[in-house]
């Protein structure tokens, strides 16, 4: 009887403590670069939800790069700690170096083993570069996609959704993106519910997977304003974009790439060696920032990422903010609104 009770009473603890696991996340990054948005907008609003736990993870402990502006942030697991907790989803931003094949084939062990994939803007390229898309349907920024059809033709590329689910692998149309496609991540993981809850306290909209990306495009208009921008060398500034112990992810990452896409302009991440950050990252500001900052830009204490829109206008002119928007694929920068 007793040995009975013990049974029992050990199934009932496992059963209880299997019932009250939360999904594993994990969102990749690489010293060499990953970019801003693409990595703390999942991670702030997966975060944000405490329904699902979120970890930051790449192959080494190094800080990792921020692209494009100039910021890192900290792992908080490599590679070697997931082999005895293996991760439910894996998410993949956009990469500085999109092909590499030991990461490549960590990304196919983790299909192997079962885990979900989702790549945000042109993570799809280092999901492509291994091998993970061919026979399926995928989405891209829209800069990359005709580029990528050519290299890789046995993936069917759409631009008419924000993202899409082939299988276990999702992907994502451009920057914006990421907000919607993660959220529908959190209803599919957590309910409808919690990811409604966790989309109001960040001020987000519900998740809508409609998109007309034949409306992203590089107009004359858009293509004359690059080659301006660059070339007015006169104007570039180094912007700061200051660094605090609770600063909201998802805000920071907005300023950091919005301000890093103007051709103006480069963020700068200032303050502490080392801050955490509202839900428990730790980033670090460029140990060598230039000798002069021309601008201080204050990152917000929570917003959408399309919130950055309206003070680049205000700095550089309502192209360039256009410019920045067409560049995260926001409806703000579509063609038709130039």
Known sequence: M?????GLLTA????????????????????RGAEAADLLTPYAILA???AVEVKVVAATPEKIRLTPGMAWATPQMTFDALETRPPDVVIVPAMTVEDDPARSDWLRARVRD???????????????AAGLLDGREAVVHWYSRDELARKHPAVRWRGDVRWISDGPITTTAGISASEPATLQLLRELA????????????ALPPPDQRHDGEDFRLTFAAAALTVRNRLSFWRHEAVAAPLADGVDELALGAVLDAWSRTYLSTAWAVGP??????????LHPSPSPPARLDR??????????AATFEPIGAAYGEPTARLVALQ???????????
């Open 12 to 31: 009932s603890l496992l059963f209880a403590a299997s019932a009250a696991a939360k999904p594993f996340v994990v969102i990749l990054g690489d010293a």
């Open 273 to 282: 060696a080392t801050v955490v950050s509202r839900r428990g990252l730790l």
């Open 2 to 6: 007793t040995g009975a009770l013990i």
């Open 191 to 202: 309910g409808e519910e919690v990811m409604r809850a966790t989309a109001s306290r960040l």
């Open 296 to 305: 201080e830009v204050p990152v917000p204490d929570s917003g959408p990422m």
């Open 48 to 50: 944000e939800s405490g």
């Open 328 to 338: 995260f694929e926001h409806p703000y920068g579509a063609a038709s609104a130039w």
């Open 114 to 128: 079962g885990a979900r994939l989702m790549s945000i803007c042109n993570g799809a390229r280092v999901l492509a």
